[in-house]
């Protein structure tokens, strides 16, 4: 199958972008390798998408995989390390539009940083450098749907930076201490005096302990669906203490939580040393910043802190105690309202990037930790999925499955899709596996782009996990994509899709899930009435054809054919039976040849009828290979086309046509071979007759019996009259006893009137008719005993071969010599092992099989011509077929055979019972 052009401009881009960026970082973008190599990427992105097409090009990142048109690329580490950038970066994709422009592509290339940067900022240094870009737009990994301006760095990942600068140790002690935050709240709280709110808790915090806060604490949650008066921090069947203080029946407020992240921000500048002019720092500045707090912030504050001392009461103090803190609320606020059904699942993103902006500040401190793990060469995982991973995390069991199983199940992460059906599977419960993928899948018919969008990217990434699930799911995925794929109008949405159907279709071939791979085949039939060129770019990536030789050895090895394989290669007609042509004309064994027809009869009219328009007009080399299999199916077809382009094919194609006819056990492979007997090479022409002699098919008794009285066929000589009787003994008719008793003993005035050779022929056909007459008419023959051998060998007609030797091969005393006359370069043979039709000889130098040589063999002084055809290679050594040779010097061949055989009786049965199994599609002396 050729490649893709497009698949392989598109790889050529990957390649030289990563060779552009490289040198960027070395030279600079203004160095002339570095201009050069931008001229190089542009040239070939324009050759990948030619201006004006309808299709784009998608190079997407998963992990440390990119991806092309949805199309795994096995890549160099430098691409691998480039998928993990732009994986960090928060980048899902990339989408090239074929009305990108040169400028354009500079622009993208120049967002890319040249020296230390977070990998977090990439996208929003692509996002300002192609803005009103036309042709890129730039895809980002989001929880949800989310307005681009909200797109920033998480609350977790920013705060975690607090805990890692600054020399002021008391103050990071308290920072990281749990519990000692604890007791800066009840101090500030009991500073207040005792109309303060909470002063009654003080002691209690004081003292360390949030799990013995006497009044303050209780254990009650709210679950997903539950009571719509919920309390903040609660989770059903949760250990954390929840908050009922006096005054505070409501839930906080957004604006509260967005307050108490400002002061954690200021916390974290205080402890970084970074509190600004007369701010100062210390406890005594961290104690005055916390009873400037509201009292209901800090009572919200002690909560979360109190739950995670409840959490673990005897954990070590750790530096990321104060980003656990504002993780903690920014995650559990979200969640609490998503509960109470405040919000729904795909506004929890925009809610929590918001109170991401309110700790914008902080990012100067957390840039000083990525850059230590920059320079370590980690890509650190991205803010927005840290905060993605938590919040799922927090969400109980109930709710994750309620939220699986709505129409907004697209919103949810694929990696959390996978995490939780994971764990569905490892613990049996396939059955809401399956529902829950199934329900996921279906959104790709939803009527939101956004919806459509997301579900497509989660398929690619989920592909593994569908056919691990239960495979039948592939094909339930593939009509959701394929029924969009005639109908979506916009492009991006379109290269998604496309990228989706892609991936799912790989998988399904990888995983042998046929029923899926027919779906996607008839999916993409369908696809093309309406939309031919995307339907043709898909088929070529889909992976299914050019597993076909797979698919193909694995029908032909089971007994059994697995369900739906015979169906997906019914929808690939021309791949498949290139594939069983090949492997038919290689066998060797009648059962093996017998199970391949059977398989290729089994894919109905549309496979026959492609070998019969390629052995009718296709190129020569695949009506070479094909006529064979169709010679088994449809014969009519094979006499009707193939006589008529004979005499256009080249000798050695006729050759290799005649052996795959006479090997298929076509029932009317005699009358083939007849047909074609008028329009073959006359070197060829011996094989056909031959063949026909083996077909043992009374058909032929009238052709033979013509040839073998001298009448010819055009540029035939005496040869073929002995080939004509051999043949006759082969089909051992009893209306040849006539012709063949009077060439045997007519006489002419001084002599016989037949050649020796062809009157011994006649004779051993004879034995087989009329032994009598032979014993008497043999002592008068003139024929001697030792001339008399070498009979050829029967065929039996229940061999499970699918060729047999014709001649007895004889194993020479002493190595014959033999030159090649006809050749430019000089060329001598040493023969081992010859019959009367050929042999196995060693060759000075090699010559391509189906060359035409002229033998002269030395044997003492005396010397004979045979013209002989060098058939396949074994080993170090060639086989060679004689194709003509005058009778009388075939009569000294004779001889010189049969000394040799005379030697030894041991050597006769090992000479006649070497019989070594031919495939059809080689070609061998017999």
Known sequence: MKADPKTTSGRAFVRSLNILLKFARLYGYEHARTIE???????????????????????????????????PLEGSPAEKQFAQLLSAAGLASIQFFSSVTEEEIGRFARAFPTGKSKPAELALQLKSALAGAQGIRINEICFVATDSRLKESSIAAQLASASLGGEQEQVREWLNDPKKLLELIAAAQGSKGPGGSGAGNANAAADGSAASATGATTTTGCGLGGEADGVFLGLRGGTGPQWKGAGHAAAPTEDEVLGILGALTNFGRIGAGQAGPGGGVGPARLQQQMAEMPDQSQDLLRQALASLVAK?????????????????????????????????????????????????????????HEDKMTDAGILAESHREILDRQFWAEVPDSGKRAVLLSEEAWCIPPRNVQSYVGELIKHGEIAEAVSILQNYAACADSEEAEARKKTAAGLSEMAELYAKADPKLLGEALRHLGLRLSIEQDAELQALVNAAFVRLSQEAATSHCFPAMQQ????????????????????????????????VDEALKARHVAAGLTNVLKLLPQTTMEQLSVRFNRCSLRDDSEHVANLAADLG????????????????????????????????????FLPGRMKDFPRTSQDRIVRQISASGAARRCHILLELLDHVDPLVTPLVIDEIGVAADREALGKLLTIADGDLPTGGGPYLRVKAVEALGRINAPESISTLKRIAESKKVFGWLHPQELRIAALQALEKLDPEWVREFLPKSGIEKEEYTLAPLDVPVTSKFVRQRRHTRVRLKKAVRAICTNLKEGCSLEIKTASLTGGVATLSRHLTPGTQVQLRFQIGMRNFHVTALMRDSRAQDMAFEIVDMDLDERGKYRRLLAGNLSASSNNQTAAENDLVPVPAGLVGSK
């Open 312 to 368: 673990a009461p005897n954990a070590k103090v750790d530096e990321s105690v104060i980003v656990q803190l504002a993780e903690h609320l920014a995650i559990r606020f979200a969640l609490e309202r998503f509960e109470r059904g405040e919000v729904k699942v795909n506004a929890v993103r925009q809610m929590l990037d918001r109170m991401n902006q309110e700790i914008e500040n902080l990012r100067k401190i957390l840039g000083a």
């Open 520 to 551: 996607a085949l008839d999916l993409i039939a369908g696809v093309e009435t309406q939309r031919p060129g995307i339907a043709r770019s898909l088929r070529g990536k889909m992976g299914i054809e050019e597993r076909v030789p797979e698919f």
């Open 37 to 71: 190599q931008l001229q190089i990427a542009w040239q070939e992105l324009r050759t990948a998408i030619p201006l004006g097409t309808e299709a784009g090009l998608l190079l997407g990142a998963t992990n440390s995989q990119l991806l092309l048109d949805g199309v």
């Open 605 to 640: 009219e549309e496979g026959v009828q492609y070998l019969r328009s390629t052995v009718r007009g296709g190129p020569i080399a695949e009506a070479v290979e094909m006529a064979g299999l169709l010679s088994r199916l449809d014969p009519e077809s094979v006499m009707v």
